[in-house]
Each structure stands twice: as structure tokens, then as C-alpha cells.
């Protein structure tokens, strides 16, 4: 049986999501199996910026989505974001070194079949809508996210 | 043998503990035994707001209570609190999806035996007091946790 | 075969860093291997004071090296750190305990033979040559990370 590798992806930070998207590919890399259950601010990260609506949204979903990033290129830094301007650097820095930005990372893991689960619960209170977000996402809850990480070598929350 | 998760509660944020909480419920529904170990911040969220007192404590401590969190529903969030009114914006939005609070995932977790444990050192060094927290706490060391979760299936730091 | 726990250590703060070499310290006390895998903000901890250093850097490198935290006892907090003042307030609580510093518990996971990792993209993004971090590093990237947790009892992302 191959091993297999279970992140749930919580926070909504660009360092944090690169961190855990590197793992993912990494682990597929080496024929690791991968799980990624994003919850909370985790689904920012999963928004198409070409596809946010605001049909069908209370007020306050409307507002809540208009404050969130637009997918994972507009996530802010977890630190020393400096309201964008340390973000710009990081990112500067990366250029410099010829290394991927997030949305590579990003793709590349869709692209290697990771799992994309997205959390239920997070999704009706902050009024995400599943064409909203990347179409490999599949909408669980947490007794199906629990199940898949019991049965994995390894688990984190990010 | 029955499967265990290990939660080491960290954090003192409204949103985090409430992905903790609502793991530790949901394991708890399909069989899975339960540990939580709250140290640093994450004991704000065990603090009864009917019992917190300053008896016998240096004014360090005293500061530091006054500081704090009254308990889980006074957690803040870890991102878009905006001085507590995106917090007051997100429990609005709980509410408009008939969800439960905080302090209802809290209730539950009580009730269904999941073992709560606090970190010895942690508690010294904030000057928290045992009476101070929910009744069901059980004081440990990190030695206790540590042997707690290398037998557990999984583990989660929070 | 003895137990093995492995941390993956992101973030900078001065709280979670505690947390991290408290547990490794213990974990090592009982016997359990310890490997801490480095990796964004992480490699803050490691850096030796008396050893920085803005040779061969860019611009950008030698500004972020500015103001990067400069090693153990510098960091600041996770949570109420209100521009240092919240951090000189909880090292005064330490002290009111006679409870080791972060740095002391650094020196202790580094004689009690914990294996330090650190994260080769990370070095290379921001810019931190070897010479300036603790000599026990050894930079690998995130594959052998992943073999190393793979095979632990349980993994932490901290």
C-alpha cells in the first residue's frame, strides 16, 4: 500500500499555503498519496479569480467575500506583511532565485492528483459556492476528513 | 483497540479552537477517543468568565489576566478581527446558518468524554489557577502529553 | 526501535518556538528521537547573533536580514507582543518562575542530540548562508523532510 500524506489546510497565508503545497508535490514526487481539506480562511487559496459572484449572497457574505483575497496570488503573509509591501518582497525574492510562485504550486499539485477536499460547514457560513472554486474541489465534512487522515502515515494543520 | 487523536490546543483564537473542537466532537461521534492538551494561549479558552480572580497573584499576573480573553466566547480571531467586528460579523454569519457557537462545541466536547488536559508549565508562568478553569481539566506535564500523543493516531498542533 | 517525533518548524515567534524545543527537550528526556525540520520563519531561531553577516547579499536579502529577528532571544510573540512590551512582560513571568529561557532550551535540544534540519528553498529565498545559522544544521530539502516524518511516530507543524 503507498503512503499517504494528510494536510489540512487552515490559515490563509501565502507562506503557509506555499509551505504546504511544496509538501504536497514534494510527497508526490516520491508516490506519496495526498490528502489537502481546506476549512476556513484554507479556501481562500481555492478561489477562481475569474468566477467570484455575488449571486444568491446575504449582505453579509457579500462583505466578507469582498474583504477576502481573490484566490491564492492575492493571499497576504502570515508576517511582515506590511500591508503588501513585505509580500512584494518576498515575492521579488523568489524571482531572484528563479523559484515558483503559489499558483504553480498550485497547479502543479492539481495536475499530480492530489485530493482537493473543501470543508462543508466553512463553506455555507462564508458563503462560498463550489463554482467559485477550483472544480477538483470535492465538499465534505469533518467525519470524512477525520477518516481519511486516521488512515494516513501523517498528518499536520497548516 | 479504539483510535485516538491528540489535539495539542496552542492557539487562543475564536476560529482555530473552533476547527478543534469541531474535529474533537466529530471524532467522538464515530468512536475515536479524544485528547485535548491546551497550553499558552489556547487555556484562555477554558477559562470559566464566573471564576476568574486575582487572589494570590503577582501584579504580572494580574496585568496578564486583565489582558486575556474571558473565556471562549470572548476568543478573538486569528485574522480579520478588525478590533473584534469581523468576529461579530463571522458569529452573525454562524448564526444565520443555524450553527453553533463556540461554547456549544465546547459543551459538547465535555460531555462526550473527551479527556482535557493543561500544560503544568504553562499554567505556573500565566498564574492561571486550576479553579479558575472548567472543571474536567487535568493538570499534566509536557511528559504526559508527549506519551499521550506517540500512542495516538494522529496528532494535530493547533 | 526507538520512537521518533518530528516537528516542522515555520513559524518565528518566540511563544511557538518555546512550545516546539519544550517538547523536544522532554521528548528526548523519555527517550524519543527528535528531528526539527527548519523551514520560512523557523530559520529566525537559528541564527547566531554574533555571526551575521551581509556578505554576497542582494538588496533585497540584505534588507530582510535587517529586519529579521536576530535569533532566539529576539523573537517576538504570536500573540499579544504589542511591540515588544507584551514579550518583556512574559520573559519577567518566566523569570518570576525560574523557568528557562527559549535559548536555554535551545542549548539543551542541542546537547540532548536533537537533529536540526533546514529547508534549502527557504535558505536560498532569504538569502541565510549556513555560516550564519547554528553549526548542527544540516540544509536537505523538503523530500528528506518527508521520508523523516514519514517514518516518525508523530509530526507536528509548529
Same mark, same amino acid.
Given at each position: 500500500m503507498p503512503e499517504e500524506m494528510n494536510l489540512l489546510m487552515f490559515s490563509g497565508d501565502y507562506d503557509k499555503a506555499m509551505a504546504g503545497l511544496i509538501l504536497a508535490n514534494s510527497a508526490r514526487e516520491i508516490d506519496v498519496d495526498v490528502t489537502m481539506f481546506f476549512s476556513f480562511w484554507g479556501l481562500w487559496l481555492l478561489r477562481d479569480p475569474d468566477k467570484i459572484s455575488n449571486e444568491d449572497k446575504t449582505v453579509y457574505e457579500k462583505m466578507f467575500s469582498t474583504f477576502s483575497p481573490k484566490g491564492a496570488e492575492d493571499l497576504p503573509l502570515s508576517k511582515m506583511n506590511f500591508n503588501g509591501v513585505g509580500k512584494k518582497l518576498l515575492v521579488e525574492m523568489i524571482d531572484d532565485n528563479h523559484a515558483p510562485h503559489l499558483i504553480h504550486f498550485l497547479k502543479g499539485a492539481r495536475k499530480k492528483n492530489v485530493k482537493f477536499y473543501g470543508c462543508k460547514l466553512s463553506m455555507e457560513i462564508m458563503g462560498f459556492? /463550489? /463554482? #467559485?472554486?477550483?472544480? #477538483?474541489l470535492e465538499i465534505v465534512d469533518a467525519k470524512t476528513y477525520l477518516k481519511s487522515a486516521l488512515q494516513s502515515n501523517m498528518q499536520l494543520f497548516i
Open positions: 459556492k /463550489e /463554482e #467559485e472554486l477550483i472544480p #477538483e
